[in-house]
Nanobody
Framework: QVQLVESGGGLVQPGGSLRLSCAAS????????MSWFRQAPGEEREVVAA????????IYADSVKGRFTISRDNAKNTLYLQMDNLKPDDTAAYYC?????????????WGQGTQVTVSS
């Protein structure tokens, strides 16, 4: 059973930075495509950034392009999200997601989430 554990959330002032981490266990590093989602109160969960199994391909939501960087270390089985120039609109619970690129939703997993609050 794959388990995903996020960390690194917290309270930060506008313009500040945070780095989220997602430690995976129960799977081989690089087996799953990984992504970060976020969900603000009263809003739907939305994808923030995604990265391929090898780490060679990444995509970003328009709202975070140029400010967030997704990366992974398959040797450590860990996913990262570097968030710079944070804005109040970035306030949300952030979730790590792993998905089998061949099976899609039939073989996917979610972390428990970590809260990011951007406020002065």
């Amino acid at each position: 059973q794959v388990q995903l554990v996020e960390s690194g959330g917290g309270l930060v002032q506008p313009g500040g930075s945070l780095r989220l981490s997602c430690a995976a266990s129960g799977c081989t590093g690089g087996y799953y495509a990984m992504s970060w989602f976020r969900q603000a109160p009263g809003e739907e969960r939305e994808v923030v950034a995604a990265i391929s199994c090898s780490g060679g391909n990444t995509i970003y939501a328009d709202s975070v392009k140029g400010r967030f960087t997704i990366s992974r270390d398959n040797a450590k089985n860990t996913l990262y999200l570097q968030m710079d120039n944070l804005k109040p609109d970035d306030t949300a619970a952030y979730y790590c997601h792993a998905e089998n690129p061949d099976l899609g939703p039939q073989d996917d997993y979610w972390g428990q989430g970590t809260q990011v609050t951007v406020s002065s």
